[in-house]
């Protein structure tokens, strides 16, 4: 009976019920064993709210269908957290027929017609991105089909397009949770519920014997607009004041805080140790009808503008900003060329309108744009044939009193110059109105068009400015956004110079190359569009570098360090992680090259003779005791050579000391493995004719090599033959005295 029990489902909700019902679940299981694990047609429902019928067998065993299933007025939640809902397919999180209830007397107003009804409640089914099945205006059940579960229902504001004429008052929500606890009793509908009645039908009974009688008052008063909490706006705090309330941007527009989530009622609890990750959208610009960001609006949107605007004329000067180099782009046209550009532009703007899945939105978005380059044609190309325009960052004097001296004839001459300039100041600021993101598309972070029409305009001298970065940054996030890197370097370059703030443009492309690296650099095609802009080629090996560092791909990182000139981080990664493993592998020749590297900058590295001096000491003796005729060190006798294996000996000694435990067991057992090898050779040329004192002196050297106690113990052996053989030597003598 407990197996039985424990295979049910959980529901003890007032007004609830399953279909079969819990008692009809404990009969089919008791005479069909594993019933639970696969029951059709299983439904959940509350009475007067609605029900919901799964199309394919469910396994209920277990399921608290209190906290999974919820009905709400006009509304059905399955799985309210999202960290509780499984995969779809699995649990209840499936294909299902729901019915809601709707209070139809609510929702219709009382000039119009029930099919409008019909027509609101199908377009919000259609909205929602599921089936519409039927809708009945007696009963007021909405049926439709789901493929799986998130919130569905007849949400607040299908209901304010309803109920627009009726809207005196608020309207009396039955549907409050209850404030207590899980045992509070709705009498509305849980009283029904235990006299076994249907509490819509028990309402509809009542209407119509008292048809005068209102609704019940809500006992509250109307909110006021005026709230007795803070507001815990964290995230604007933030964002005004900086990190000291812990907020701050990450890439690709994710802005991360420990507030409420932007856009949450005002009773979400903040707790201290939860941390908000949100992302800003800025790609809707290049998203379709089904909100997906489509390649062909990325092509024809953002590339081609681009690839235009990069054809026209530029002019590129290298100059130095502090230690760094940078070759700032500026646009180069004249007003002759408007005509040209604004045809250019309208022509691809035309051939976005082609592209499918287009909303109305955007596409009246995209008329607008065409209609700006014609007016900007129009006011900047065409009066300028007649004369009538002349550049407003024009500084030729005698031009400027010849136009002023018709106008304000009875003005003193030398305040002409300031007139001019105020003129100037007035006419920038009415243009400067269209540089607002709301002024050609409602996006109000979409400023990818705009910018163009700003190049454009001060290319050709009608307006001059440098307090529009905001216009240049917005652009920016919406490439980055897109995995644009190299364009957003290309945009950046155009950022006009200012002397409060001479390291923008450095501190922009590094914090692009640092913290896109990923992207960036795998795209060969991105990657040479940053070199061929002029970027310093030492910023691009230090971003990747970091970025194999942080990926632990150590060789990468290791190379890309020597390339952007980090000796002594490279050093540290030769040392620790990279040359025992090329030592074990035998690719002698790789660690010469990478240690020779780094040998003429080895006084910009702290101990460079405890580390890749090391392998070239080892090199070059290794060669030396072997007989390298080439080799750049010649050691004749023995007492040389064993000067030179006691200094390599005690370098290894000291770098182990040093290092102590930052070296890795296969990084000690190479140390082991050379101080081996080079004692060895070193004991191999002790029979050379030499006095015992150096052949002594040699054994010395090997017995303070850090190699293992087995080799050791063997030259002990040879130490000891050569003591005994000495011995015999000298008692041989003193038999033949």
Same mark, same amino acid.
């Given at each position: 009976?407990?197996?039985?029990?424990?295979?049910?489902p959980?529901?003890?909700?007032?007004?609830?019920? &399953?279909?079969?019902?819990?008692?009809?679940?404990?009969?089919q299981?008791?005479?069909?064993?594993?019933?639970?694990?696969?029951?059709?047609?299983?439904?959940?429902?509350?009475?007067?709210?609605?029900?919901?019928?799964?199309?394919?067998?469910?396994?209920?065993?277990?399921?608290?269908?209190?906290?999974?299933?919820?009905?709400?007025?006009?509304?059905?939640?399955?799985?309210?957290?999202?960290?509780?809902?499984?995969?779809?397919?699995?649990?209840?999180?499936?294909?299902?027929?729901v019915?809601? @209830?709707?209070?139809?007397?609510?929702?219709?107003?009382k000039?119009?017609?029930?099919?409008?009804?019909?027509?609101?409640?199908?377009?919000?089914?259609?909205?929602?991105?599921?089936?519409?099945?039927?809708f009945?205006?007696?009963? #007021?059940?909405?049926?439709f089909? %789901?493929?799986?579960?998130?919130?569905?229902?007849?949400?607040?504001?299908?209901?304010?397009?309803?109920?627009?004429?009726?809207? !005196?008052?608020?309207?009396? !929500?039955?549907?409050?949770?209850?404030?207590?606890?899980?045992?509070?009793?709705?009498?509305?509908?849980?009283l029904?519920?235990?006299?076994?009645?249907?509490?819509?039908?028990?309402?509809?009974?009542?209407?119509?014997?008292?048809?005068?009688?209102?609704?019940?008052?809500?006992?509250?008063?109307?909110?006021?607009?005026m709230?007795?909490?803070?507001?815990?706006?964290?995230?604007?705090?933030?964002?005004?004041?900086?990190?000291?309330?812990?907020?701050?941007?990450?890439?690709n527009?994710i802005?991360?805080?420990?507030? /409420?989530?932007? #856009?949450?009622?005002?009773?979400y609890?903040?707790?201290?140790?939860v941390?908000?990750?949100?992302?800003? =959208?800025f790609?809707?610009?290049?998203?379709?009808?089904?909100?997906? @960001?489509?390649?062909?609006?990325?092509?024809? /949107?953002?590339?081609?503008?681009?690839?235009?605007?990069?054809?026209?004329?530029?002019?590129?000067?290298?100059?130095?900003?502090?230690?760094?180099?940078?070759?700032?782009?500026?646009?180069? =046209?004249?007003?002759?060329?408007?005509?040209?550009?604004?045809? #250019?532009?309208?022509?691809?703007?035309?051939?976005?309108?082609?592209?499918?899945g287009?909303?109305?939105?955007?596409?009246?978005?995209?008329?607008?744009?065409?209609?700006?380059?014609?007016?900007?044609?129009?006011?900047?190309? !065409?009066?300028k044939?007649?004369?009538?325009?002349?550049?407003?960052?024009?500084?030729?004097?005698?031009?400027?009193?010849? $136009?002023?001296?018709?106008?304000?004839?009875?003005?003193?001459?030398?305040?002409?110059?300031?007139?001019?300039?105020? $003129?100037?100041?007035?006419?920038?600021?009415?243009?400067?109105?269209?540089?607002?993101?709301?002024?050609?598309?409602?996006?109000?972070?979409?400023?990818?068009?705009?910018? +163009?029409?700003?190049?454009?305009?001060?290319?050709?001298?009608?307006i001059?400015?440098?307090?529009?970065?905001?216009l240049?940054?917005?652009? @920016?996030?919406?490439?980055?956004?897109?995995?644009?890197?190299?364009?957003a370097?290309?945009?950046?370059? +155009?950022?006009?110079?200012?002397?409060?703030?001479?390291?923008?443009?450095?501190n922009?492309?590094?914090?692009?190359?640092?913290?896109?690296?990923?992207?960036?650099?795998? $795209?060969?095609s991105q990657?040479?569009f940053?070199?061929?802009?002029?970027?310093?080629?030492?910023?691009?090996?230090?971003?990747? /570098?970091?970025?194999?560092?942080?990926?632990?791909?150590?060789?990468?990182?290791?190379?890309h360090?020597?390339?952007?000139?980090?000796?002594?981080?490279?050093h540290t990664?030769?040392?620790?992680?990279?040359? +025992?493993?090329?030592?074990?592998?035998?690719?002698?020749s790789?660690?010469?090259?990478?240690? &020779?590297?780094?040998?003429d +900058?080895?006084?910009?590295?702290?101990?460079?003779?405890?580390?890749?001096?090391i392998?070239?000491?080892?090199?070059?003796?290794r060669?030396?005791?072997?007989?390298?005729?080439?080799?750049?060190?010649?050691?004749?006798?023995?007492?040389?050579?064993?000067?030179?294996?006691?200094?390599? %000996?005690?370098?290894?000694?000291?770098?182990? =000391? @040093?290092?102590?435990?930052?070296?890795?067991?296969?990084?000690?057992?190479?140390?082991?493995?050379?101080?081996?090898?080079?004692? $060895?050779?070193?004991?191999?040329?002790?029979?050379?004719?030499?006095?015992?004192?150096?052949?002594?002196?040699?054994? !010395?050297?090997?017995?303070?090599a850090?190699?293992?106690?087995?080799?050791?113990?063997?030259?002990?052996?040879?130490?000891?033959?050569?003591?005994?053989?000495?011995?015999?030597?000298?008692? &041989?003598?003193f038999?033949?005295?």
């Amino acid at each position: 009976m407990r197996e039985t029990e424990a295979s049910l489902p959980i529901l003890h909700s007032p007004g609830y019920y &399953t279909k079969p019902s819990l008692e009809e679940l404990v009969a089919q299981e008791l005479l069909d064993p594993g019933y639970c694990t696969r029951v059709p047609n299983f439904t959940v429902g509350r009475l007067g709210y609605g029900s919901v019928r799964f199309l394919e067998k469910t396994d209920v065993r277990g399921l608290d269908l209190d906290q999974i299933v919820k009905f709400y007025k006009h509304e059905i939640v399955v799985y309210s957290d999202e960290n509780d809902k499984p995969a779809v397919g699995q649990g209840l999180n499936k294909a299902a027929e729901v019915v809601l @209830v709707l209070d139809t007397e609510l929702l219709k107003s009382k000039d119009r017609k029930d099919d409008f009804l019909v027509k609101k409640v199908k377009q919000s089914t259609e909205r929602q991105g599921e089936k519409f099945i039927s809708f009945d205006l007696t009963t #007021g059940e909405w049926k439709f089909l %789901v493929d799986h579960f998130s919130r569905f229902g007849f949400g607040e504001d299908d209901e304010e397009d309803i109920v627009m004429d009726d809207a !005196d008052g608020e309207m009396y !929500d039955d549907d409050k949770e209850p404030s207590t606890n899980m045992n509070g009793i709705e009498l509305s509908h849980s009283l029904p519920a235990h006299l076994r009645l249907d509490p819509v039908k028990m309402r509809e009974m009542r209407l119509l014997m008292s048809p005068h009688e209102e609704e019940p008052e809500e006992l509250s008063h109307k909110a006021s607009i005026m709230s007795t909490n803070y507001a815990r706006n964290i995230v604007d705090a933030g964002l005004f004041m900086g990190k000291s309330f812990r907020v701050g941007w990450g890439p690709n527009g994710i802005l991360v805080h420990s507030g /409420a989530p932007v #856009g949450s009622g005002s009773e979400y609890k903040v707790l201290s140790s939860v941390v908000s990750l949100e992302k800003v =959208a800025f790609d809707n610009f290049v998203r379709d009808e089904n909100n997906k @960001v489509s390649e062909e609006l990325v092509e024809s /949107a953002l590339m081609s503008p681009l690839n235009f605007h990069k054809e026209i004329n530029h002019v590129k000067e290298e100059v130095r900003i502090g230690p760094c180099k940078l070759k700032p782009l500026k646009l180069e =046209a004249n007003c002759s060329m408007l005509s040209d550009i604004s045809h #250019g532009y309208c022509d691809i703007i035309e051939r976005q309108l082609t592209v499918p899945g287009l909303s109305s939105t955007t596409r009246l978005g995209l008329t607008h744009q065409v209609m700006t380059w014609e007016l900007i044609r129009v006011l900047f190309f !065409d009066r300028k044939q007649k004369g009538q325009v002349e550049s407003l960052g024009a500084d030729n004097e005698e031009d400027m009193m010849q $136009d002023m001296k018709e106008v304000y004839q009875d003005v003193n001459q030398e305040a002409l110059p300031l007139m001019r300039r105020a $003129d100037e100041e007035r006419e920038f600021s009415f243009l400067k109105a269209m540089f607002s993101a709301f002024s050609s598309t409602p996006d109000p972070l979409d400023y990818h068009m705009i910018w +163009h029409q700003r190049a454009v305009l001060e290319a050709v001298g009608v307006i001059k400015s440098n307090d529009l970065h905001v216009l240049d940054m917005g652009f @920016v996030s919406q490439l980055l956004s897109l995995g644009k890197c190299h364009w957003a370097i290309y945009v950046v370059l +155009h950022l006009p110079f200012r002397e409060d703030c001479q390291f923008l443009h450095v501190n922009l492309i590094r914090e692009i190359l640092f913290q896109y690296c990923e992207i960036w650099s795998s $795209d060969e095609s991105q990657q040479q569009f940053i070199e061929d802009l002029g970027i310093s080629s030492e910023w691009i090996h230090e971003a990747l /570098a970091i970025y194999y560092n942080y990926n632990g791909d150590l060789p990468k990182a290791l190379e890309h360090f020597l390339q952007c000139a980090n000796w002594q981080k490279a050093h540290t990664i030769f040392v620790t992680s990279v040359a +025992h493993s090329l030592f074990l592998q035998a690719k002698h020749s790789e660690i010469w090259r990478i240690a &020779t590297s780094m040998e003429d +900058h080895k006084s910009e590295i702290e101990n460079w003779e405890l580390g890749g001096g090391i392998y070239i000491s080892y090199y070059l003796m290794r060669n030396s005791l072997q007989g390298d005729t080439n080799a750049m060190t010649q050691l004749d006798s023995l007492q040389s050579k064993n000067a030179a294996c006691q200094e390599f %000996v005690s370098q290894l000694n000291a770098s182990l =000391a @040093v290092r102590d435990r930052k070296l890795p067991v296969d990084a000690r057992l190479v140390y082991s493995k050379m101080g081996g090898e080079i004692c $060895d050779l070193l004991l191999s040329a002790v029979g050379e004719g030499a006095s015992r004192d150096e052949q002594f002196s040699c054994f !010395d050297t090997a017995f303070s090599a850090p190699v293992p106690e087995d080799v050791r113990s063997g030259h002990l052996q040879d130490a000891v033959y050569l003591f005994t053989s000495f011995l015999s030597e000298i008692a &041989t003598k003193f038999q033949k005295i």
